[in-house]
């Protein structure tokens, strides 16, 4: 699928998904709704990293009552459950409902984010020792990482979208 905002995306999750849904949200203290549901399914159902806006358009195709508030809201719920990321930068934010350590290219031209296919492992196995060293001589224990490339996408591969997730 395209991430396109058309109505395309079915925005309805299988049970199990929804299972998974429901107990993270639970999880962090918020309630299960069906747009927090509909905004969920959009983020899974796309390759790209949409802004609020974009999930707005899209999943208001299906909840036509939904406000652009409530994706806001719905958003910030499912970060705080940790089932999307947000990705700050210097337009709006971005979000990511791949939850697994990867890593992005970000084009500084149109703000566009795709994901880089790396061969799977961890970054930290592939520091320097001198590294890992450094860091712990200054008492800070690694937990997680993130990593960004910034750039510029090719004109001609701007509209190209990442592999399957």
Do not use: W
């Not at 930068?89 to 992005?104: I, K, L, S």
């Not at 020792?129 to 860091?135: D, I």
């Not at 200054?138 to 190209?160: I, N």
Request: net charge neutral.
């Amino acid at each position: 699928m395209k991430g396109s905002a058309s109505s395309q995306h079915n925005l309805t999750l299988p049970p199990e998904d929804e299972a998974v849904l429901r107990r993270a949200l639970e999880e962090a203290g918020c309630r299960f709704t069906r747009q927090r549901a509909a905004v969920f399914a959009y983020l899974r159902s796309v390759k790209t990293h949409p802004t609020a806006d974009e999930v707005y358009t899209a999943v208001r195709s299906v909840v036509p009552s939904i406000s652009l508030a409530t994706v806001y809201k719905s958003l910030e719920a499912l970060v705080a459950c940790r089932l999307a990321a947000k990705l700050p930068g210097d337009g709006p934010a971005r979000y990511d409902c791949r939850t697994d350590n990867h890593f992005h290219l970000r084009c500084l031209r149109t703000g566009q984010i795709r994901d880089l296919d790396a061969p799977p492992g961890s970054l930290l196995e592939k520091l320097e020792p001198e590294v890992l060293e450094n860091l712990r001589r200054q008492g800070f224990h690694v937990t997680d990482y993130r990593l960004e490339l910034l750039g510029y996408f090719e004109p001609d591969a701007a509209s190209a979208v990442s592999s399957p997730r």
